[in-house]
């Protein structure tokens, strides 16, 4: 099965982007199945409602592994089967924790190993911050990975907040050569435009 995989800096947005994302593709109740750095599994079922209150907060670091719900999406009269990957978030420099840290190698290893790569950045703190303050060297570096493949976007997130609008020229300045959709996790904004982008490739 094509593995479609989510990756980005800490709280950028993934986990709700996954779950909403899901919601969109008209899945009510999510069954996740956690891959651990470790090398553990186990599944569990949420509603969207509670994926989102378990599995996404306001904290950085919240996601500590893999996190995967199959998606169907329609083929002429099939459909076409995926995975959607969430992962920990990244950061630049080294963690203190060493959970921290082997979350962080396995999502590097998952986007290696992806068939198509979403790759999350906040715009609205690239428009109030900065963008070298909101997109880091772990950024360019996925961005520069990613450029010998064909299956890659940049997701603008957070687009309803202030300041998102500045920051997605400048995430489109500086990711000059990528395609980049503008998309809010929290409101289901720009998913039409990510759900024909991962049609196309899956
Ligand atoms: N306003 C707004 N908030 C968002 C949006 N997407 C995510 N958030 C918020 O940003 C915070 C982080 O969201 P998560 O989905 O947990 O982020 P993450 O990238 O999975 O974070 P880690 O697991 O720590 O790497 C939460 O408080 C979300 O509600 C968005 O599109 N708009
Ligand atoms: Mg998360």
Not at 27 to 42: A, I, K, N, S, Y
Not at 44 to 66: I, N
């Amino acid at each position: 099965m094509k593995r479609c995989v989510v990756i980005g800096k800490a709280n950028v947005g993934k986990t709700l982007f996954v779950i909403q994302f899901a919601a969109y593709l008209g899945v009510r109740q999510l069954e996740f199945t956690f891959e651990e750095p470790g090398g553990g599994r186990r599944t569990a079922v949420y509603t969207v409602e509670e994926a989102r209150r378990v599995l996404s907060s306001e904290e950085p670091h919240q996601t500590r592994c893999l996190q995967s719900v199959r998606l169907e999406l329609p083929a002429g009269k099939g459909v076409k089967r995926f995975e959607l990957v969430d992962t920990s978030g990244l950061m630049d420099g080294i963690h203190g924790d060493a959970k921290v840290r082997k979350a962080m190698a396995q999502s590097l290893a998952a986007v290696r190993d992806a068939h198509l790569i979403l790759h999350l950045v906040d715009a609205s703190r690239a428009g109030t911050h900065g963008v070298l303050r909101a997109v880091g060297d772990v950024d360019y570096q996925v961005a520069q990975f990613a450029q010998i493949r064909d299956g890659y976007v940049i997701l603008a997130n957070k687009m309803d907040l202030p300041g998102a609008q500045e920051g997605l020229e400048r995430i489109r300045r500086e990711f000059s050569g990528h395609a980049v959709i503008p998309v809010s996790a929290l409101h289901s904004q720009g998913f039409k435009e990510v759900k024909r982008f991962v049609w196309r490739w899956i």
